[in-house]
């Protein structure tokens, strides 16, 4: 079994930056894929970013279209935590942001991950 706890959320302007942790209890995460989700009120659960065991010591990462050259996904191993650096915000990434681990690499529908946090919300003001 797999705890994850996001926290870092918060209002900011747009153009701001946040950096959101995810830490996880219970297992180790190194062989996990470790993914971003986020939900705005009245839409379904988006992919924001994943980042994959993919041998060796290589992670690689993928990130949404909409978020790519923005968000930055990456993991501390060591310390079983996983995060999301959010720059240049803007007030379409408003949602609530959630963590997600599974066994899928690259993964990006929400089905594909067994392990969820409860959620961070972030607010993007214009």
């Known amino acids: 079994q797999v705890q994850l706890v996001e926290s870092g959320g918060g209002l900011v302007q747009a153009g701001g930056s946040l950096r959101l942790s995810c830490a996880a209890s219970g297992r180790t995460l190194s062989r996990y894929a470790m993914g971003w989700f986020r939900q705005a009120p009245g839409k379904e659960r988006e992919f924001v970013a994943t980042?994959?065991?993919?041998?060796?010591?290589?992670?690689?990462?993928y990130s949404a279209d909409s978020v790519k050259g923005r968000f930055t996904v990456s993991r501390d191993n060591a310390k079983n935590m996983v995060y999301l650096q959010m720059n240049s915000l803007k007030p379409e990434d408003t949602a609530v942001y959630y963590c997600?681990?599974?066994?899928?690499?690259?993964?990006?529908?929400?089905?594909?991950?067994?392990?969820w946090g409860q959620g961070t919300q972030v607010t993007v003001s214009s």
């Open positions: 980042i994959s065991w993919s041998g060796g010591s290589t992670y690689t990462a």
């Open positions: 997600a681990a599974g066994w899928v690499a690259g993964a990006k529908e929400p089905y594909q991950y067994t392990y």
